[in-house]
């Protein structure tokens, strides 16, 4: 009889194994990411735009991991760098009208992805998943900074909780 965590790990090894993102030709997890930032930071601030180092902190990742995505999404032509003509040391990150189209192309892939996916649920289960699955990862969570005070890890050390599940709707450490 497999363990509990032969179990565990075995399913997240068969979610890994579908590699959706490749299997639906759409943008890689991480540039969407900083394209959906970047959205919901133009919806807060307008036309001021944001830095790479706004992107990092709001996902909490390395501005370098960030930069790396900026780079690639800039090579796509989904953003476009705009300089401010009184700081020339900075500016704004700003999504294409390419950027925009490839979001929504595929953001209508996941979505008749997910539909078609879970239609043989029973109406509720898939609410009842998702309140599981925060229930979990709030666990992980918990049990992952009591193993960093164990081991003294300051904040510079550890990986942020953008590392985690942010998406569906699950938000970081139970606060959605």
Sequence with gaps: MPTQEDRWFRTMHRFRQLNLAEALRLIP???MMVLKTIKEIEK???EQGCSVSGIARRLTISPPAVSRSVRHLR???YLEAVT???DRRGGYLKITPLGHEAMAQDLARIKAFMQRAVAHLEPGELDEFYRIFQKLYQGFCEEMERVRQE???DERMRPGPGHGVRRAGLERHGRG
Excluded: A, M, S, W
């Design 151 to 153: 081991q003294g890890l």
């Design 44 to 46: 807060e601030q307008g």
């Design 29 to 31: 997890q991480g540039e």
């Design 84 to 86: 401010v003509e009184r």
């Design 75 to 77: 090579e796509k032509g």
